[in-house]
């Protein structure tokens, strides 16, 4: 078994490698990663981070985007948000964004991973998962990001929250809210009308 077989049997397909964990099963890393990319066996998707295609009838399925994520990061404590989740909460949002979010604790920017915009935020907090709380107060978070009317959008949130535990819905903004953002939701929900809510 030459040395480039030697590599190819750690590959697995449908995994996403960092070229440090590659370097124990070669002696030639970047050489080797090179053949196997020009062989179509491997696919670079960013400096360091490889992709080894799964196939299917209609051709190479892409990387599971989880997979993708935590091996650019190299950490598995993130949370991947869609903007284009917001249209589903019922708030008036309809435009639809190319660029999802993702809160780490490991990298800031904008960054494209295998043809998908990622904007990485650093050192904000959040859940393991989403709940729908915590999609509202995101939303309010990022005002800035989103196409819509700003005020027509606020407006509609007040509207929301009626449908919402209102409790639930301050301890996620006293968790995760900007100062902005909690100035916000301290405003509504300390209003009367929002008295019984919940």
Do not use: C, W
């Not at 400096?47 to 799964?54: A, D, E, I, L, T």
């Not at 993130?78 to 309809?94: E, H, K, P, Q, R």
């Not at 960054?111 to 650093?122: D, I």
């Amino acid at each position: 078994m030459n040395a480039l077989d030697k590599l190819r049997q750690h590959l697995r397909p449908g995994q996403v490698y960092r070229r440090a964990q590659l370097v124990g099963f070669s002696n030639a890393v970047d050489r080797h990663l090179k053949q196997l990319v020009e062989l179509g066996e491997l696919q670079k998707l960013k400096v360091g981070v490889y992709y080894r295609p799964q196939k299917s009838t209609f051709g190479n399925v892409p990387p599971d985007e989880n997979k993708l994520v935590e091996a650019f990061l190299k950490d598995t404590d993130f949370l991947i948000v869609s903007l284009n989740s917001y249209n589903a909460m019922g708030v008036g949002t309809t435009q639809l964004y190319n660029e999802k979010l993702v809160y780490n604790h490991k990298r800031d920017g904008r960054m494209k991973l295998n043809g998908q915009r990622y904007y990485f935020l650093k050192n904000r907090k959040f859940p393991k998962k989403m709940t729908e709380e915590f999609m509202l107060v995101d939303l309010v978070n990022n005002l800035d990001l989103l196409a819509e009317n700003k005020d027509k959008l606020k407006n509609l949130v007040m509207h929301k929250i009626f449908s919402m535990n209102a409790l639930k819905v301050m301890k996620t903004v006293k968790a995760y809210g900007k100062v902005r953002t909690q100035k916000f939701f301290d405003g509504l929900l300390s209003d009367e009308k929002f008295a019984n809510v919940g």
